[in-house]
């Protein structure tokens, strides 16, 4: 056991919780309030104040090809008053002011918000790419995107960007530091943590402490930003299921005129836990001045 390790563990011992919360780069001013040797201490104000030397994806910049999410059908920067866009405006409207308006008061982690729906091919990614660029688009917010369809990755796809590192060399903790597995965009107010490699554990790895420790650093840390995690289909995998435990709002994405009504009852009571659930109706049919996409609430 390492240095660091025995660190941690004789403060978990001692009572000293708060350490679970603590951003990483505060730990070598909170470990003055723990009960350990000076080397340890030493060792562990070393590691947090250590110069970065991995090649952090900060200082680059992956370009998005609009023209390409524009033939596909997203929104983008340079779209004015489609109806696309309109929709967007109003589906966003109700989760950005859970996260910072009044709505928020009681919401633990509100400005979390988990993208999922019950099986393959409703329109998740479709959902979560368009909402994160949609709210991204607005002169005073900032959006952090999360692929966590670890299994089935496709955001970066989509995007064009490069898929790794990310979430999972993060959570297997092998010298993968936050800042190397963000990527900046050409869009400002918008940047991506691509699902990174395959892993046969990754349900483990997303249900880790080390997931749950960085959900709550993305919520307290960055209070100001939103963050979107694209999910797993609730029934195709488990995953859906754990992440809906770490966010406060979660999007349910049914395909109309297809998804069973038993599976949309079976995916609701799945996240009967969540303070917040709203579902997105996708791929309905238009009829004269009705909405392309429907949008409703279905539990707080």
């Not at 409703?122 to 005073?140: P, V, W």
């Not at 800042?179 to 990174?196: E, F, H, Q």
Request: glycine letters at 6%.
């Amino acid at each position: 056991m390492s240095i660091i390790e025995k660190a941690f563990n004789k403060a978990k011992g001692q009572g000293q919780g708060q350490i679970t919360n603590t951003p990483l780069e505060l730990l070598g001013e909170e470990i003055n309030l723990l009960n350990v040797t000076e080397v340890e201490k030493e060792a562990l104000i070393n590691v947090n104040n250590r110069p970065n030397t991995s090649s952090s994806n900060e200082s680059k910049v992956a370009e998005i090809d609009w023209l390409k999410l524009a033939e596909l059908g997203f929104v983008t920067p340079g779209d004015s008053n489609t109806q696309a866009i309109e929709e967007y405006r109003n589906i966003k409207r109700p989760l950005v002011n859970n996260a910072f308006g009044e709505a928020s008061a009681g919401i633990e982690r509100a400005n979390l918000i988990l993208i999922t729906s019950s099986v393959p091919g409703e329109g998740k990614t479709f959902t979560a790419i368009n909402l994160a660029l949609s709210i991204a688009n607005e002169r005073d917010k900032k959006v952090l995107l999360i692929d966590a369809d670890v299994a089935r990755p496709s955001v970066s796809k989509i995007l064009g960007i490069q898929s790794s590192p990310g979430l999972i060399e993060y959570l297997e903790g092998q010298d993968v530091e936050f800042s190397d597995i963000v990527l900046k965009t050409n869009m400002p107010g918008l940047r991506i943590i691509p699902a990174g490699k395959q892993h046969k554990h990754s349900t483990e790895l997303l249900a880790s402490n080390r997931m749950i420790l960085l959900a709550q650093q993305l919520s307290n840390r960055y209070p100001d930003r939103i963050v979107i995690f694209d999910s797993p289909p609730l029934l195709a995998a488990t995953q859906g299921q754990v992440l809906a435990e770490l966010v406060g709002q979660v999007v349910l994405v049914i395909e109309a005129e297809t998804t069973p009504q038993s599976m949309v009852m079976e995916s609701t009571s799945r996240l009967a836990s969540c303070d917040v659930v709203l579902t997105v109706l996708n791929k309905a049919k238009s009829t004269g001045d009705a909405s392309y996409y429907g949008y409703g609430q279905y539990a707080h």
